[in-house]
């Protein structure tokens, strides 16, 4: 018997997409420090689950994959820590900043 894989928890979005990676990294904005890298689409959760409510804008090396206090080094939970934040609420404030509030997911 296969295994059949799960539909995804969120839809997927490349507009929305589009205006995370406009807004700028949501960590260098807390810090107020310069960023110096391209901004990305940090997903929360797997990026096979869609990306409405399951993404927020990272700088690409320092604050989503490489650096020392980035998503992928602490994982969600040291990250959601370290930066005194829920990743779900954090994005569903930017899904409503494109949508409106009234057009959530």
Sequence with gaps: ?????????????????????????????QTRQRQRYRTEAAHIESCRYGDVENAIPL??????????????????????????VKLTELAKRYWEGFNGPDQAA
């Design 1 to 29: 018997m296969r295994a059949v894989p799960k539909p995804p928890t969120h839809e997927f979005n490349r507009a929305f997409l589009d205006y995370l990676r406009a807004c700028g990294c949501w960590a260098c904005q």
């Design 59 to 84: 700088c690409g090396i320092e604050h989503h994959r490489e650096g020392r206090f980035s998503l992928h080094k602490m994982g969600r939970d040291g990250f959601e820590r370290h930066w005194n």
